[in-house]
């Protein structure tokens, strides 16, 4: 069964406020430990968990606790002037710091699972990408500070530790709190949102709600984390489990964040549906169109055979997709097209959940698509592509593959 997530960033998120709220979802706490302890970190640390109070609401801290003394980390807000750093990463030592490089060595050294390994990986990769952006350099010459610090290494690797513990396949993230004000950091006053966490949000065009609050409610390493692997949007979903996670700063609203586990549930997602008539094009050149489209996050691109005034034999070109993918498509369809306009329609989509499994055959492993109806199996579909490629490495006929698939994939459905 698919496991899904879905982060409520209503107050922000950062590192520690993650792990604390996988922490009280069920992610326990000696295997936590033991997965981070395969790291091969110097400095003296130890973990540390315990429950508070946000207001009226409870919710779980996390702490690390290095060199003998308490370093209580992760979303820290400013207080009433504007010139308190929101996020006490900064708060470290000016030589500590690490190179990308090195922070890979110490994961891919670890014995963290070959999963987890590669969401953290990919955390710190955005990271290196964001930070050589807004410094002009190459990703190889990053060297971090804050987000190299023990503390926010504990942090990423310690979600992709829940990440792979609870089995989530797809995280999903609200939107997040645009504040203003400015922070201190190893490399001095910077503006809120930080610039690396611009980087980090307009990569992936991450939707921003803004809040009257002159602090830090978005951090460095909860922006790396939300986009390198959530989608901003809320799924509908059978919930199981929800783990509140607290910041460190009492606000005037419950200062937490809230994760939300379970599977997904059959819905009607909103989306978009671009559509044009075009009559005057080289029909050659649809292919290239089409594929762009899909690469730029088209969910469907088809050609519709129609007429026109006068008769005049055309293609009607229609591509659904999600509604913050609006412009960059239409953009994409007037330059890579003849037409001079599109219009634009708003749909829903039923869908089913779906997860693609694979299956041993005689011709070799094929991915099959599972369809879950109320949680069961109901249907399979065996991937063309496989299908495709072991026909032509066989010598044998795609139905043959085909069919073997759909009966490797039988027990899926009986199970």
């Not at 899904?4 to 209503?10: E, K, Q, S, T, V």
């Not at 065009?205 to 009257?212: E, G």
């Not at 489990?241 to 009492?250: E, F, P």
């Not at 991915?367 to 109901?378: L, P, R």
Request: proline share 5%; hydrophobic share 45%; net charge negative.
């Amino acid at each position: 069964m698919t496991r899904i997530a879905y982060l409520d960033c209503f107050s922000g998120i950062a590192g520690d406020m993650l792990l604390a709220a996988m922490v009280d979802a069920g992610l326990p706490q000696d295997y936590l430990t033991d997965q981070i302890g395969t790291l091969a970190i110097h400095e003296p640390y130890k973990l540390r968990f315990e429950e508070t109070r946000k207001g009226s609401l409870r919710a779980l801290r996390f702490f690390v606790e290095e060199h003998k003394h308490e370093h209580i980390h992760g979303h820290e807000h400013a207080h009433e002037d504007d010139h308190v750093h929101g996020h006490a990463d900064t708060a470290h030592a000016p030589g500590q710091h690490r190179h990308l490089s090195e922070i890979e060595m110490l994961i891919d050294n670890s014995g963290l699972t070959a999963r987890a390994k590669s969401i953290a990986r990919l955390v710190f990769l955005k990271l290196a990408e964001a930070e050589a952006k807004v410094h002009g350099s190459r990703v190889e010459e990053v060297h971090f500070h804050e987000v190299g610090a023990l503390d926010s290494i504990i942090d990423v690797v310690g979600a992709a530790v829940g990440l792979d513990y609870f089995g989530i396949e797809r995280l999903y993230a609200s939107d997040l709190p645009f504040t203003s004000g400015h922070v201190h950091s190893q490399h001095g006053i910077i503006p809120v949102p930080a610039p690396a966490v611009l980087a980090l949000l307009e990569a992936v065009n991450a939707p921003l709600q803004p809040v009257a609050a002159r602090m830090e409610l978005v951090t460095p390493t909860g922006a790396a984390i939300v986009a390198a692997l959530a989608a901003f949007e809320r799924p509908a979903m059978r919930l199981e489990k929800v783990g509140v996670g607290a910041g460190k700063k009492d606000l005037e609203w419950p200062n937490i964040l809230r994760l939300m586990i379970g599977s997904p549930a059959e819905e009607k997602r909103p989306l978009i549906l671009m559509e044009t008539n075009i009559d005057d094009m080289n029909p050659e050149l649809y292919a290239p169109v089409m594929d762009a489209l899909f690469q730029a996050g088209a969910l469907d691109v088809f050609l519709s055979p129609i007429y026109m005034k006068k008769n005049r034999p055309a293609v009607k070109l229609s591509v659904i997709a999600r509604k913050e993918n609006e412009a960059a498509l239409a953009g994409m369809i007037l330059r890579q097209t003849s037409t001079f306009g599109l219009r634009v329609l708003a749909i829903e989509r039923h869908e089913a959940e779906r997860e693609i499994r694979q299956v041993s055959t005689v011709f070799g492993e094929v991915g099959v698509k599972v369809k879950f109806m109320d949680g069961k199996a109901c249907q399979v579909s065996p991937e063309y592509e496989d299908c495709a490629r072991l026909s032509k490495e066989r010598g044998v006929a795609a139905q043959d593959v085909y069919l073997a698939a759909l009966r490797a994939a039988d027990s899926l459905l009986r199970g």
